[in-house]
Structure formats: structure tokens, C-alpha cells
């Protein structure tokens, strides 16, 4: 079982639909529900891939599952901080495998749980740890799109033209960076000093995450329909790769506590 893909599958999908979700509430450029369920395909697809474990069939399934866990930087501070989620979730994964699930089916199964954790805990993490797993993200695409805008079009949307396996193209160095910010995002929003998002705080996220979206009309017009529907993209792949890069540059560039407020926003906003 890939636990790896499972724990960080999460955070990609979290943040690349963080001022998507937001959009969709606020409805400034009208219906993007599509994108968020796409989204969260992309954030799986990609760290399934990125992390694929070598073969352990001569290992037993407790074996393999504990083997796993022990490696893995994030399921460790998941085990401190919640020990009995971890063997809720542990224990559904061991009984799917033994009933012969294959381990897509186990990821699809407990995913969404893994998922809600990570996005809890991105939403009440300090600016700066915040702001530091969106940069990883962007890092990633922009790895990928170093090969090639194809190759990028694919790693975002798996289901459109098929993927690619990034586990070729994205550097170590990129994916280590990642588990770092990870954990210490993990980490630091745990605990009575974890960030406290406040109404001012929501209403200037509010401000800033409308300036965002104002700044792309210009530059995309038209092609911002791809945020409603990736299949419009699929013989624009430049372009596509392109808009979502900018739109996660567009709020780095802003301060740290803006940016982070619009992540925060999105993440707890109904």
C-alpha cells in the first residue's frame, strides 16, 4: 500500500483549489464547481505518482503498512497528533487490501479523510507556513512545464489527455522541499498557537482575493472559462499551464498575511 501517495495527495488539491473555491462562492467569474472536483484529482494524481513505492509482495500487509509509516515524515505528526484517526484509517486500508482491493481503490477510499485533515490544519497554520506550501505547488507545475506545456497540461489534468508520471520529471530536491513544508505547516497549526482567523482578517482576505481575479481578466479574457471546464484547454495547453501558474503567482506576490488569508479563507469557507 502507497501510504505516501495518501498522505500527501492532500495538500496539492487543498491549495490548488483554495482561491478557486473562493471564486466559486463569491461568483466573480461566474460557475467553476467542475474545477474543484478536478482539482482534487490533479493533487492525487500528482503525489501518487511522485512517491511510488517498490514492489513489497514478499512483506505481509502489516508489514508493508508499518514499514511505510515509519518512513513517512507527515503520518508520523498525524500519529502525534491524532493516534486514533491514524489507526481508524490504518486498519480500514489492512482490511481492503486483504479483501483484495487494489490500491487505487484503497487511496480513493481514504483519501477524502487524509484530505480533511490536511486542509484543517492548513487553515488555522501560521501565514508563513502557509505561504510556504503554496510555493512548493507552484514549484511542481513549473517543473513539470519545463518539459514541456503538453507534459504540464497532463500533469494538471490526468483525465482530460491522460498523465504523465512525475516521479521523472519533478527534481528530489522539489519533493524534499515539499515533506519539509508539510510538516512544519502540520506541526506549527496544531496546539492553543495556532493561527485564529478573525473577521477583519476574512473581510481583507475578501478584498484581496477580488484584486487577484480583477488583474487576470486583462491577460486571459476569454480563457478563463478554462478554470469552468479543463477540456477548453486541451489544445491550449501553453496557456493553461500559463493561467494557473499566475494565478498562484499572483497571490504570492502579495504580502505574506494577504496571501495567506485567501488560502485560509477558501479553506474554511461552506
Not at 519545463?146 to 520529471?169: H, M, W
Request: hydrophobic fraction near 45%; charged fraction near 20%.
Amino acid at each position: 500500500m502507497n501510504w505516501t501517495h495518501v498522505l500527501l495527495a492532500g495538500y496539492a488539491g487543498a491549495v490548488i483549489s483554495a482561491v478557486v473555491a473562493l471564486i466559486r462562492k463569491k461568483g466573480w467569474i461566474g460557475r467553476i464547481s467542475a474545477i474543484v472536483l478536478t482539482l482534487a484529482a490533479i493533487a492525487l494524481w500528482n503525489v501518487m505518482d511522485a512517491y511510488y513505492l517498490k514492489n513489497q509482495a514478499n512483506q505481509n500487509i502489516d508489514q508493508q503498512l508499518d514499514a511505510a509509516m515509519a518512513s513517512m515524515p507527515t503520518w508520523q505528526v498525524l500519529k502525534e497528533q491524532e493516534p486514533e484517526k491514524v489507526e481508524q484509517i490504518r486498519a480500514q486500508a489492512a482490511l481492503m487490501i486483504k479483501a483484495g482491493k487494489r490500491e487505487q481503490q484503497v487511496i480513493d477510499s481514504i483519501q477524502p479523510q487524509i484530505l480533511a485533515i490536511q486542509k484543517n490544519r492548513l487553515a488555522y497554520a501560521p501565514d508563513e507556513q502557509v505561504v510556504a506550501v503554496m510555493q512548493v505547488n507552484v514549484a511542481q507545475i513549473e517543473a513539470v512545464q519545463q518539459v514541456s506545456d503538453d507534459a504540464c497540461y497532463r500533469f494538471l489534468f490526468p483525465e482530460v489527455k491522460g498523465g504523465i508520471n512525475p516521479t521523472k520529471l519533478i527534481p528530489q530536491t522539489v519533493m524534499s522541499q515539499r515533506i519539509k513544508a508539510d510538516v512544519a505547516m502540520m506541526r506549527a497549526a496544531w496546539g492553543p498557537d495556532k493561527h485564529i482567523v478573525t473577521s477583519e482578517e476574512r473581510q481583507h482576505a475578501q478584498l484581496s482575493a477580488r484584486k487577484v481575479i480583477q488583474m487576470m481578466v486583462p491577460t486571459y479574457g476569454q480563457n478563463l472559462e478554462i478554470l469552468n471546464d479543463p477540456r477548453k484547454g486541451a489544445e491550449k495547453e501553453k496557456i493553461t499551464c500559463n493561467l494557473y501558474k499566475d494565478l498562484w503567482r499572483n497571490v504570492l506576490a502579495l504580502p505574506q498575511n494577504e496571501a495567506a488569508g485567501i488560502i485560509r479563507m477558501a479553506m474554511t469557507a461552506e
